[in-house]
Nanobody, 115 residues
Framework: QVQLVESGGGLVQPGGSLRLSCAAS????????MGWYRQAPEKQRELVAS???????NYGDFVKGRFTISGDNAKNTVYLQMNSLRPEDTAVYYC?????????WGQGTQVTVSS
């Protein structure tokens, strides 16, 4: 079972930035894809950003150029740089990894955007 550990969440003011990290228990190149999802209270979990093993990225429509997903294989870590944060970005952010038919999730990290 792949272990994914998220970090970097917290409280930030509107317009601020945060960088989330997802540390994997193995090489991120071994995964077909990795991604960030989020879930706000009483809402469905939604895709924020994903990256494939060959570097193809995909973003949720609401990102609109504010977030960037990247990977560092030397550290087995995937990052989500979030800029221009808005109150509606408040949610628990989860890391997901796909390897073959196996899907693994992290425990989540809370992001709160509030003044």
């Amino acid at each position: 079972q792949v272990q994914l550990v998220e970090s970097g969440g917290g409280l930030v003011q509107p317009g601020g930035s945060l960088r989330l990290s997802c540390a994997a228990s193995g090489s991120i190149f071994s995964f077909t894809a990795m991604g960030w999802y989020r879930q706000a209270p009483e809402k469905q979990r939604e895709l924020v950003a994903s990256i494939t093993s060959n570097g193809f990225t995909n973003y949720g429509d609401f990102v609109k150029g504010r977030f960037t997903i990247s990977g560092d294989n030397a550290k087995n870590t995937v990052y989500l740089q979030m800029n221009s944060l808005r109150p509606e970005d408040t949610a628990v952010y989860y890391c997901r990894a796909i390897s073959g038919i196996a899907i693994s999730w992290g425990q989540g990290t809370q992001v709160t955007v509030s003044s």
